[in-house]
C-alpha cells in the first residue's frame, strides 16, 4: 500500500496503521485509515502521546498478523530517552486490541504521561474513496459516554446504529475532551528504577444489526495464536511441491491470507457459513466472482471454500427484478455490502447484480465440485438454483436472443460487468469504447463451460437426460457461432468482444486466455492463441499482460488496459496446460512465482505492466489490494497446472 499504512486483517474487520502504530483520521485518498468493520469506520482517532509530544519511532510497524513497533520519547544525543515504548497491535473478529509496555531507561523513580486519543466517526468506506464523493445524513447523530473504564461511541440516523467501546486496564486515570468530538484517555504512570508496566486497550466494534455476542481477544498475541490455529487448519492436508521450494512458500503464503480473508455469510436455509472475501482494504465482502474464482483454484485442496460459497451465491440469487433493474430472475449476485450507505441506497452494492460472468461461474463451480468430490449433494440440493441460473443465461442473459451473454453500462453502476469493470476496459486496440450491448470474449468461454458442466450434472446426479442434451447443444451452438463471429483472421486471435451492432471489438486482450480455460476453441485456434500469449508484447516476464504493449489503448499502469493481474494469468496457465502448452504454462508459471519471491512470497490483485526486460523487479500497481483471495490462491492454480517443477 502506499501512504505507509499497514493493515492488519481478520474476516470482515480490518485496521490500517501508520509506521508508529497511530490512526490519523485521514479521509480520502488511495488508503483506508482507522478501524473498519463490514464497510464503516469504527476507529477514525488512534493516537498516542507521551508527556504531551509525540513520539519517535525506534522501529516502525512491519507489515504481519501483528502491528509491532519500538518508540521513544523526542530528545538529542546529549539526553538518553527516559523510558522505551513496546506497542503491539492485532485485529480479532468486530474487535481491536493494544497492549503497550513502558520500560524505564533510568536507575531512579520516574513518572509518564501516556494519553491515547481516540475517536469513532463512523463514516461508510465509500465516502473515503479517492471519488470525493458526498452523501447526505439526514438526522445523523454521534454520542459519547465515559464508561469507568474507558470511552463508548455511538452513532444512530434513522434505525441505523452503530456502537464503538474502549474499555482500558488499567483503567484511564482521566478521560479529556479534545474540542474536535475525539476523547483523550490519560495516565499517568509511576516507573521504578528500570521498570516496566503495561498498559492494554480493547476496542470492541458493534456494526448495525450485529446480534452475536462478541468477545475482545485479552490482548495481541492471543489473536496471533488464533490466526496461527487458523491458518494451520487451511494449510492442513495440502502436499507443498518439494521440487520448487518458491512456489511451495508461496502457497503457504496465500494459504495464510486466505485464511484471514474469510467473511461470514447465510445460505439458503439461513446457516451461518465463511466465504472468501475480494480482498482487502476496499473489499472484504462478498463479490460473487471473486469467491467463485477464489474457489475453484482451490478446489483441489479446499473443497470446502466451494462447499461455502455455493449455497451463500444462492441464497442471495434474484427471484425477480425487485428494486434494481439488474437483478433478473436466476442471476448470481455480483456483490453483497451491509454498510449505512448501502442499507439507505445511496450506493447500488447492498444487493447488486451487475455481473454477466457470475452466473456462469456458479454453475462452473457447481459441475467442478461434484467432479471432484464425488459429493452430489450440493447439485441436487441447489437445483432449483441451477436451473435458474442456465434460465438466466438463456433469457435474460442473451444466449437465445442474442447469441451470447450481453450486458450494457449500468448508469450509476458499472459500465462494465464482465472481469475487466473499469470504465475503459472493453475497448478497441485505438481505445475507442463500443456503444451499446457488449458481448466480452470471455464471459462466452464460461457459458460455453457452464452449459457442459450443467449438462453432465442433469444426466448424473438429476436424471434429466432430455434437459443434458438440450445444454450440449445449446454448447455446441454456441462455439461454433464464437469462433464465426470473434475470431479475427487478420491477427489469428479473437476479438476482446463485440459490440451491439456485432462489430468486433479488436484489441489483443488477455481474456483469450480464459478461452482456453474454459475450451471453447478448436485445438488449432487454442495453439496460436496459447503461443501468441507468450510473445514480448502480451508477456512481460512477470505474466502476461492484459492488453498487448504497441496498441494505442495500451498503458503499464492503466487498472485493465496493459497491467498483469496474477488471477488473470493462472485462468491463463490453466488453458494452456488444457490444449497441451505446457513449456508455456511453464514459462507463464516461472514468471509469477518470481513475482511473488520478490515480495515476500505474496502475489497482490495487480502490478504494472513494466517489462522484466528493462527494471529487475515487479513495479507494483498503485492503488492494488495487497491482501487479495484470488492473487492469494494462484500458488494453487500454478501447482494444478504446471505440478511442482
Request: aromatic letters at 8%; charged letters at 20%.
Amino acid at each position: 500500500m502506499t501512504d505507509r499504512h499497514h493493515l492488519l486483517v481478520h474476516g470482515a474487520t480490518f485496521a490500517a496503521v501508520g509506521d508508529r502504530g497511530d490512526i490519523s483520521g485521514v479521509r480520502g485518498g488511495g488508503s483506508p485509515d482507522g478501524l473498519f468493520v463490514r464497510d464503516a469506520r469504527h476507529l477514525s482517532r488512534w493516537q498516542l502521546t507521551v508527556d504531551g509530544g509525540v513520539p519517535e519511532v525506534l522501529t516502525p510497524v512491519t507489515d504481519g498478523d501483528a502491528a509491532r513497533c519500538v518508540l521513544v520519547p523526542r530528545g538529542g544525543r546529549q539526553e538518553p530517552p527516559a523510558h522505551t515504548l513496546f506497542r503491539q497491535q492485532a485485529v480479532g473478529d468486530s474487535s481491536f486490541v493494544e497492549s503497550l509496555r513502558v520500560t524505564s531507561n533510568r536507575p531512579v523513580p520516574t513518572t509518564v504521561r501516556l494519553a491515547i486519543t481516540a475517536d469513532a466517526d463512523f463514516t461508510d468506506q465509500f465516502e473515503l474513496r479517492s471519488d470525493h464523493r458526498t452523501y447526505a445524513k439526514p438526522g445523523a447523530v454521534r454520542s459519547r459516554e465515559v464508561l469507568d473504564d474507558g470511552i463508548e461511541f455511538t452513532y444512530r440516523r434513522a434505525e441505523w446504529q452503530s456502537r464503538t467501546t474502549i474499555i482500558a486496564d488499567p483503567a484511564p486515570d482521566a478521560v479529556e475532551e479534545t474540542g474536535t468530538g475525539a476523547r483523550r484517555l490519560v495516565w499517568t504512570l509511576d516507573l521504578a528504577p528500570h521498570g516496566t508496566t503495561e498498559l492494554v486497550l480493547r476496542v470492541m466494534a458493534r456494526p448495525h444489526g450485529e446480534k452475536r455476542a462478541l468477545r475482545v481477544p485479552r490482548d495481541p498475541a492471543s489473536v496471533r495464536e488464533q490466526l496461527r490455529a487458523l491458518e494451520g487448519e487451511f494449510m492442513e492436508g495440502v502436499a507443498f511441491p518439494t521440487g520448487w521450494p518458491e512456489l511451495a512458500a508461496a502457497c503457504a503464503r496465500g494459504l495464510a491470507d486466505l485464511a484471514a480473508l474469510q467473511v461470514p455469510a447465510r445460505g439458503p436455509d439461513g446457516e451461518e457459513v465463511r466465504v472468501p472475501a475480494g480482498g482487502a482494504p476496499w473489499f472484504l465482502a462478498l463479490l460473487a466472482r471473486d469467491a467463485l474464482l477464489t474457489s475453484l483454484f482451490a478446489l483441489p485442496y479446499r473443497p470446502e471454500l466451494a462447499a461455502a460459497t455455493l449455497p451463500a451465491l444462492a441464497a442471495t440469487q434474484a427471484t425477480g427484478s425487485g428494486s434494481s433493474p439488474l437483478a433478473q430472475p436466476g442471476k448470481i449476485v455480483h456483490e453483497v455490502r451491509h454498510g449505512e450507505l448501502a442499507h439507505f441506497g445511496q450506493v447500488p452494492f447492498r444487493r447488486y447484480y451487475g455481473s454477466v460472468d457470475a452466473t456462469p461461474l456458479f454453475l462452473i463451480l457447481l459441475g467442478a465440485y461434484v467432479e471432484q468430490t464425488g459429493d452430489s449433494g450440493p447439485a441436487r440440493r441447489l437445483e432449483p438454483h441451477a436451473r435458474a441460473a442456465v434460465g438466466w443465461m438463456l433469457d435474460h442473459g442473451g444466449l437465445t436472443s442474442r447469441g451470447y451473454l450481453v450486458y450494457r453500462a449500468d448508469e450509476g453502476g458499472l459500465a462494465n460487468q464482465n472481469w475487466k469493470d473499469s470504465p475503459g476496459a472493453i475497448c478497441c486496440a485505438d481505445g475507442t469504447r463500443p456503444t451499446g450491448a457488449v458481448m466480452a470474449a470471455g464471459a462466452q468461454g464460461y457459458a460455453y463451460d457452464a452449459l457442459r458442466r450443467t449438462a453432465w450434472l442433469a444426466r448424473t446426479a438429476w436424471g434429466d437426460e432430455t434437459y443434458g442434451a438440450l445444454l450440449e447443444q445449446a454448447a455446441a451452438d454456441l462455439r461454433d457461432r464464437f469462433q464465426r463471429d470473434f475470431w479475427m483472421r487478420e491477427h489469428s486471435f479473437p476479438a476482446l468482444a463485440l459490440d451491439g451492432e456485432g462489430r468486433q471489438v479488436d484489441a489483443l486482450a488477455s481474456d483469450a486466455g480464459h478461452l482456453l480455460w474454459s475450451g471453447l476453441l478448436d485445438k488449432e485456434y487454442g495453439e496460436l492463441v496459447g503461443r501468441r500469449l507468450l510473445e514480448p508484447d502480451f508477456f512481460s516476464g512477470w505474466g502476461v499482460r492484459t492488453l498487448a504493449s504497441g496498441q494505442p489503448a495500451y498503458h503499464p499502469l492503466s487498472y485493465h488496459r496493459g497491467s498483469v493481474w496474477p488471477h488473470d494469468n493462472a485462468l491463463i496457465t490453466l488453458g494452456l496446460a488444457r490444449y497441451g502448452l505446457h513449456d508455456e504454462a511453464r514459462a507463464v508459471a516461472h514468471a509469477l512465482v518470481d513475482a511473488a519471491t520478490v515480495a515476500g512470497h505474496r502475489l497482490p490483485e495487480v502490478l504494472a505492466g513494466y517489462g522484466r526486460d528493462t527494471h529487475p523487479e515487479p513495479v507494483p500497481y498503485p492503488h492494488a489490494c495487497v491482501r487479495e483471495a484470488r492473487s492469494a490462491v494462484v500458488p494453487l492454480a500454478l501447482l494444478t497446472a504446471v505440478g511442482g517443477v
